[in-house]
């Protein structure tokens, strides 16, 4: 073997266990009981660690222009932070310009991931400008790797926002192909409705953001998302979900047998929207925005039922300088959080540690789950002889003091500043190379691949 990590103990996506894990040309190629372990040219003795498979987050968004600026994070940044936390896998956009093909989007986006990204990455591909050409490239964009679509219910004011008759033709189109679509799910007419309502009551703050967007603008979005998917039997995932009514609507369709995906964001677990009460309240701004305590128990609740299954940040950083070009606007505050190094930790501080969610939650939310509904398993997501030994070795008796200078994310704000998490690791391996190591980076840019996905 090239490497052995002797003496783990492995959590994974059927629980807790003890094991010796050799790995050979990137694979791994044993899995076998710590008191016979295989040989190796080089031995990680895991005694007293944890050992599980890095972190998939398949919502990020890398050097994204959006409010007049572009998010703060390039691949290269962004994907050293993501190994610093543990996330050795990510999937971004590829956006389709306006009157541009959907092949041009995903060659520019792969162009700009090729020669920066550390960690392996995959593409969703963003649907804005429907045409029948449009449609015929949707299966040129499936032959070449990328199964998955994304459509955006909102910004019309970008041009991004697609009508019901998109929503349909889309859905069936990908139902053709195999394919998933994403949607990032909330009700334009309704929020612009919401946004005249707070402007009118002549307060200003950014807590406007919240009372613009109430959480049926959500719900009623993905209610009518899932069920225009389903007249063409078509895979829906639901982005970023935040309410507890949106739960509510996922869990009938999954009652009724319809496979629908959802996944949740750590802001949406660990903050509410008493935070943009606070003088820097813009800081924390995204769409949709936090929410309350209820919503947080609620979905909490529902990653330990398994009825939402995935939990990916939404990674999408800007600076303090940056979000001051609200200038007291809240309609101008560039939306978006940073994330991606800071995941797996909160995920295995507030849920796992915390005894919200079990082991088998956490690997099954931060890894199995979320490969399974891209096409990504067993090849990553799982600890199995044949899959990339894409690894992690946490110390969970190490803790970290959050503060945006202790993080690698090219970000000066946190929204996590001040708390003590643990389950950063102390070992990250991207296909059986060691690209972290206490705290010292030791991959490369460049250094990921593009995963072609099934």
């Known amino acids: 073997m090239d490497l052995v990590i002797g003496n783990a103990t492995v959590l994974g996506e059927n629980g807790v266990y003890e094991a010796a894990i050799g790995i050979r040309a990137g694979k791994i190629a044993a899995i076998t009981s710590p008191v016979e372990p295989p040989q190796g040219k080089e031995v990680l003795d895991a005694s007293g660690k944890l050992v599980m498979p890095g972190a998939i987050d398949v919502h990020v968004h890398m050097e994204l222009p959006v409010s007049g600026t572009v998010s703060s994070d390039d691949f290269a940044s962004g994907t050293v932070a993501a190994a610093f936390g543990g996330v050795t896998t990510?999937?971004?956009?590829?956006?389709?310009?306006?009157?541009?093909?959907?092949?041009?989007?995903?060659?520019?986006?792969?162009?700009?991931?090729?020669?920066?990204?550390?960690?392996?990455?995959?593409?969703?591909?963003?649907i804005t400008d429907w045409s029948m050409k449009t449609r015929r490239e949707m299966k040129r964009v499936v032959d070449s790797g990328i199964t998955s679509f994304k459509l955006f219910m909102a910004y019309d004011e970008r041009g991004w926002s697609a009508d019901d008759g998109m929503l349909f033709e889309v859905f069936e189109e990908a139902a053709s192909l195999g394919a998933v679509v994403g949607v990032h799910a909330e009700n334009p007419h309704l929020i612009r409705t919401f946004t005249r309502r707070a402007l009118a009551t002549g307060k200003k703050g950014t807590y406007l953001h919240a009372l613009s967007r109430p959480n049926f603008t959500e719900s009623e979005a993905v209610a009518r998302a899932i069920y225009l998917a389903s007249q063409s039997d078509a895979r829906v995932y639901i982005f970023h979900m935040s309410t507890r009514e949106a739960c509510e609507i996922?869990?009938?369709?999954?009652?009724?047998?319809?496979?629908?995906?959802?996944?949740?964001?750590?802001?949406?677990?660990?903050?509410?929207?008493?935070?943009?009460?606070?003088?820097?309240?813009?800081?924390?701004?995204?769409?949709?925005?936090?929410?309350?305590?209820?919503?947080?128990?609620?979905?909490?609740?529902?990653?330990?039922?398994?009825?939402?299954?995935?939990?990916?940040?939404?990674?999408?950083?800007?600076?303090?300088?940056?979000?001051?070009?609200?200038?007291?606007?809240?309609?101008?505050?560039?939306?978006?959080?940073?994330?991606?190094?800071?995941l797996l930790p909160l995920m295995f501080t507030e849920g796992f540690l915390g005894g919200r969610i079990s082991s088998a939650?956490?690997?099954g939310t931060l890894c199995s789950n979320p490969a399974k509904l891209f096409g990504l398993?067993?090849?990553?997501?799982?600890?199995?002889?044949g899959s990339d030994a894409d690894l992690l070795i946490i110390d969970p008796a190490a803790t970290?003091?959050?503060?945006?200078?202790?993080?690698?994310?090219?970000?000066d704000f946190s929204p996590y500043r001040?708390?003590?998490?643990?389950?950063?690791?102390?070992?990250?391996?991207?296909?059986?190379?060691?690209?972290?190591?206490?705290?010292?980076?030791?991959?490369?840019?460049?250094?990921?691949?593009?995963?072609?996905?099934?």
């Open 400 to 411: 970290k003091r959050i503060t945006p200078a202790r993080l690698h994310m090219n970000c």
């Open 361 to 363: 939650t956490l690997v």
């Open 250 to 342: 996922v869990e009938e369709w999954q009652a009724r047998g319809y496979p629908v995906g959802a996944e949740t964001c750590p802001q949406f677990l660990t903050l509410t929207n008493e935070i943009y009460k606070r003088s820097n309240g813009h800081l924390f701004a995204t769409c949709p925005p936090v929410r309350t305590e209820d919503d947080n128990e609620y979905l909490w609740e529902a990653l330990e039922s398994g009825t939402v299954q995935v939990v990916s940040t939404d990674h999408c950083s800007f600076t303090r300088q940056q979000k001051a070009r609200w200038r007291g606007d809240f309609r101008k505050i560039p939306c978006g959080l940073p994330g991606v190094e800071t």
């Open 418 to 454: 001040g708390r003590d998490l643990y389950g950063f690791p102390m070992v990250t391996m991207l296909r059986g190379r060691i690209i972290q190591r206490e705290g010292r980076f030791l991959g490369r840019r460049g250094g990921g691949v593009f995963l072609e996905r099934t």
């Open 377 to 385: 398993y067993p090849r990553k997501g799982t600890i199995r002889i």
């Open 90 to 126: 990510i999937i971004d956009f590829a956006m389709q310009e306006d009157g541009g093909s959907l092949l041009g989007a995903v060659r520019k986006r792969r162009a700009a991931a090729e020669a920066e990204a550390a960690v392996d990455y995959g593409l969703h591909c963003a």
